[in-house]
């Protein structure tokens, strides 16, 4: 049916592209009629209610009679969306986007269905819109742009409430939660309750990417306070008006929010979320060993940029072991950066190991103090293992800057997670020049766009034409003049956090582990081909995002039935699991994927 409605080519492209993932749509069970139902956009198909179910539920006479597609509401929804990009013509960057999450914002308080149905088919078009970089400014905004709830909200005032007001949360199942503390969004800073939006657009990757169902997501917002002055002062604020919880105080609320989930929901993979570095590691390793969880600022990232940095050594024209040598620097110490250099040094022992020699990296952190030395007072224990010893330093001594590092390391790649716009200055990308590498590599991941650690059009300018260049939000390619393109890669942590929920979803693993990460980002670094290198791809398109995805699944739910943490999933036991081929495994993934199309709504009394 879906098919022969179809009018125009794009349409026939959309369904091609996805026909793989497409199952006959099964019911879904309603507990409510009339206008209840259209005010569900879980449920709500607009003027789409065919006849009968219109008499099934009570909805005769609510709707106009006509009745209209989905293609039709599909088509009517991309019209009025390219109107509002007519319309906004001239207006600022920052209000266009605005109009844009406005009007995707309404479609997903109104009809679940076609929302991630619009987003899946236009992921390229509406990433940068319902996430990274809009999302930074809905989130500063969100108090003002707020109209209705969306997720669960805990605050230090529900301390011993918990338990039960878990219970609140309507849905009897939740597969995936998100969750935030709100203290350090993006490159934005703490951003106190307001960081809920972070949580909100990564669930909604999830559903477009990983195919988790959305009526079994939950994003949440954890509320200890903020730091941040603006806020607290600002009287549309509507989060809590004292400063952060800290200490003991701050994990009694994150022990007691984390018992009341696993409680409810002990199979939901949880993902923590722009945690301020301090409690990011932390938290990561009190709950990682207990629960099937993980921290996608330093485990995502980290698997995204290993991937990146693959490629980078293949783009040399070198073999993947060679990554032992090769010369990093990385400007910024936090959780992002911090989490990259570990998995980092986990593949030079992995690469060492296997050809039987000492594993030893050539590594260099820089934080806002400059380079970090073994003479650093009050040296950070997480960043200790990456600490220069004086010997080793070839003349650069305790906080040197950036540039001075540049010019002595000479390295093959500087990679950023600063969160500061614009370090990798004039002079900073002249110096990378003399990189001893045959194609130096710029990875300037910090997000959103105006923390970038440098423009892609100043890094080819300054550092020449033969480089990789990656950025943490997404640029439009460079022109570089005679035909010739500079390829702009989005080094962002979304090629993976789907994919490692859904291998832990659906695997039924009962912690996540550091193998686990490794194998979905050994699959990413595996998706991109030589001619692709050597046009400048380091990852594919977000365009495949979705098949991606399935494949980082796949390879997450292997690992962790390797290393027999899988229990299994519904009705697919660890014993089938145990015994799919990579194949059958694969097919199982996406046979699980959630697709958006109308299902036929039977009510249950
Ligand atoms: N692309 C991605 O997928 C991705 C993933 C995670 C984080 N990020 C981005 O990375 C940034 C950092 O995140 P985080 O969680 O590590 O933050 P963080 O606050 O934990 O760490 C920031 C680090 O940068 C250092 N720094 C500050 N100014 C600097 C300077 N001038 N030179 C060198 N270092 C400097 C700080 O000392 C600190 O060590 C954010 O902008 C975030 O959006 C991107
Ligand atoms: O949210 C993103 O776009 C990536 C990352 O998680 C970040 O914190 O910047
Ligand atoms: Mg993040």
Request: charged letters at 25%.
């Amino acid at each position: 049916m879906w098919k022969v409605c179809l009018s125009t080519a794009a349409n026939l492209r959309r369904t091609r592209r996805f026909s793989a993932f497409a199952a006959f749509p099964g019911p879904s069970i309603v507990r409510k009629r009339g206008s209840e139902i259209l005010q569900d956009p879980w449920f709500n198909k607009d003027t789409a209610f065919p006849l009968t179910e219109r008499d099934r539920l009570g909805l005769r006479g609510l709707l106009p009679p006509s009745i209209v597609s989905f293609e039709q509401q599909y088509d009517r929804f991309m019209e009025s969306y390219r109107s509002l990009e007519k319309n906004t013509e001239g207006q600022s960057e920052g209000s266009i986007a605005l109009a844009k999450w406005r009007i995707l914002n309404r479609l997903h308080d109104r009809n679940e269905t076609l929302y991630y149905r619009v987003l899946i088919d236009n992921i390229k078009d509406f990433a940068p819109i319902i996430y990274t970089p809009t999302v930074g400014l809905v989130c500063q905004n969100y108090s003002g742009l707020f109209r209705r709830p969306r997720g669960m909200y805990f605050s230090a005032k529900d301390k011993g409430e918990m338990m039960s007001m878990i219970y609140n949360w309507p849905s009897q199942r939740v597969d995936m939660i998100v969750v935030t503390d709100g203290s350090r969004i993006l490159g934005l800073g703490d951003l106190g309750v307001q960081g809920i939006g972070i949580a909100i657009g990564k669930l909604d990757v999830y559903v477009a990417a990983a195919g988790m169902n959305p009526q079994r997501v939950l994003p949440i917002m954890l509320d200890v306070g903020t730091n941040n002055q603006e806020l607290v002062e600002d009287p549309l604020y509507l989060g809590l008006r004292q400063p952060r919880l800290d200490g003991e105080e701050y994990l009694a609320i994150l022990d007691e929010f984390m018992e009341a989930i696993h409680t409810r929901w002990p199979k939901a993979v949880v993902q923590f979320e722009d945690f301020q570095m301090k409690w990011a590691f932390e938290t990561l390793q009190r709950y990682r060993t207990k629960v099937c969880m993980f921290n996608d600022d330093i485990q995502g990232t980290a698997g995204v940029a290993l991937a990146g940095l693959l490629g980078a050594v293949r783009a040399q024209g070198r073999p993947l072991t060679d990554f032992v040598k090769q010369k990093i620097v990385v400007a910024g110490a936090g959780s992002a950066g911090l989490g990259v250099l570990n998995m980092a040094v986990q593949e030079v022992s992995r690469i060492a190991g296997a050809h039987g020699v000492t594993p030893k990296h050539q590594f260099y952190l820089i934080d806002k103090d400059g380079l970090i030395t073994k003479e650093r007072k009050n040296l950070d224990p997480a960043a200790a293992p990456f600490a220069k010893y004086p010997g080793e330093t070839e003349g650069l001594r305790e906080g040197s800057n950036l540039v001075e590092v540049v010019r002595k390391v000479k390295p093959d790649v500087l990679l950023g997670l600063s969160g500061v716009g614009g370090i990798f200055n004039e002079e900073v990308l002249k110096a990378m020049r003399e990189s001893d590498s045959p194609k130096p590599s710029i990875f300037a991941m910090s997000n959103p766009t105006l923390n970038a650690e440098c423009t892609p059009a100043d890094a080819f300018k300054h550092v020449g034409e033969n480089i990789m260049y990656a950025s943490g939000s997404p640029f439009e390619n460079v022109d570089l003049g005679n035909g010739k393109v500079g390829h702009v890669n989005q080094a962002n942590n979304m090629y993976l956090f789907p994919g490692i929920g859904l291998g832990a979803l659906l695997s039924g693993a009962r912690i996540i582990t550091d193998e686990m990460l490794q194998a979905a980002a050994e699959c990413l670094a595996s998706y991109i081909t030589d001619e692709e290198i050597r046009r400048g791809v380091l990852y594919p398109s977000i365009r495949s995002i979705r098949e991606i995805t399935a494949e980082v699944g796949n390879a997450v739910l292997r690992q962790a039935v390797a290393e027999d943490l899988a229990e299994g999933h519904g009705e697919m036991g660890p014993k089938e699991l145990r015994s799919m081929s990579k194949e059958a495994s694969l097919e199982y993934v996406k046979r699980r994927m959630w697709f958006p199309v109308y299902s036929p709504l039977v009510l249950e009394r």
